[in-house]
């Protein structure tokens, strides 16, 4: 089973003036990613269930940006872009009568098109092989049983029990008669112990190779959706606290040891792609997902200051994208703003604008100072926002640039994603490396369904309650 293929190489910040020698190894070893072929216009079940999904090389190969210095561009005090160049978003709406057809609006289908039944598929023949190769013995699962494990999985989201055998006790005040209905206890840990997606014999460089299958099936799932004009780049954490050369740090976080995923998401929560962090990347984790995503162009990536930088951006106006984020002091070198000792001194919500070909970087005050680099081609407009006084106890209405807020209203759609996630996750737990983004999976699909159960509701009242419902669709998808 071929793999998918890692994010391409990080792109350099514009500080760097020569590329570091891991990152030219790292360069020179990456490859195009495949991209991934749907079939367009088909029904709304159609697209799901089918796997007519072909693998193809990229018609559009990840090369490294022109690299170019901030000392050599020229800025100017302006708050108009010089030439306007993105392609004009357009706007797909699927009517009800697409979403509904032969498929009905029931959860539990959603469920089980949007967790692919091709990776059902691949779960039970590598688990039976699994067995085989391990205990010398047929696991002989059937689909049935697959789906009545999943469904113990994610009961013990709401039925929480220190160990997992006091489901099946004696105990009137532990025992779950549901669970012990539905699977004898030895039977549920052959099965739990057999688990597995991939051949052990067939190991392959990816670090993740023993969970790809699970992101490349869920991907598919989640293209079926119409992509939002606005969409966020952001990371998710899904937590493990034992050995693992890929489990990540992240201080001051709610999971502060885990295994890192990149999203791509809207600002509702909708998530549309994602990819397990494995290397070490910078401003590509952008270009990766807007590749492999397959963003046409016209589309605004929002994503926070480990990503933005000038060249980033200069790429993605070269593709035909919009992208907006945060920029970090290490970032403005030769920038001509004035000195953050200088510019703190000023009343709180003074802007500055400097302007380079068809960008804008907007240095505004609050209680620190932010930087702000909005989509190629809006020109600047303020705001009034509350701002807390901690000296008059009171709210200030103070001056914001409109990029800011925009970029505040399209950032958090991973980070509600992850809270939805967090309130759904299952207990039952294992001590194999990947159960944890198995596990995570399975939750997020369970919220996800919601996500897509909603959006066809949505469509259904549409054209019924066209005047409630449109601007609610609107946002959500």
Known sequence: MRTEEPLSSSLQRDKTEKLPRSSSRLQAKAKEPPKILRSQNRPFEESLATSTWQRVESEVPLTEPEFVKNKDRVFKQSKRPATPSLPKHMIYRAN????????CPDPMTIFLIMYQPTLREITIEMSNLFSIQTKARQLNMGMDELLTFYGILLASVYSTVPRRH???????????????NAMRRNRFDEIMASTHFVDNTKITEDPFFKVRPIFTELNKSYKVMPYPECLSVDKSMTGYCRRNGCKQFMKGKPIRFGYKIWS??????????????????????????????????????????LFTSLSLLDEMTKRGCGSCGMMRENQLFDVPFKPKSEFMKLHRGTSEILMQTEKLLVHWKDNNVLTT??????????TVVKRWNKERHDFNQVHQSQCIKQYYEHMGGV??????????????RSKK???????WSLSFSLCFTFDAHLI????????????????YAAYHI
């Open 433 to 439: 490396w990947w159960w944890p983004m198995f596990s």
């Open 166 to 180: 006091m489901h099946w006790s004696s105990d009137t005040d532990v025992h779950n008669l549901c669970i012990s």
């Open 415 to 428: 980070d509600l994603r992850d809270q939805q996630v967090s309130r759904y996750s299952i207990t039952i």
């Open 264 to 305: 791509l998401a809207s600002s509702s929560g909708y998530m549309h792609h994602m990819e397990p962090y494995g290397v070490r990347q910078g401003p590509s984790v952008v270009l990766g997902l807007a590749e492999q995503g397959e963003v046409p162009p016209g589309f605004k990536f929002y994503h926070d200051n």
């Open 373 to 382: 680099a909005p989509c190629t081609g809006e020109q600047y407009t303020e």
């Open 96 to 103: 009800a009568a697409e979403c509904v057809k032969q498929s």
């Open 456 to 471: 066809i509701i949505l469509h259904v009242l549409s054209t019924v309650y066209p005047v409630s419902c449109n601007y």
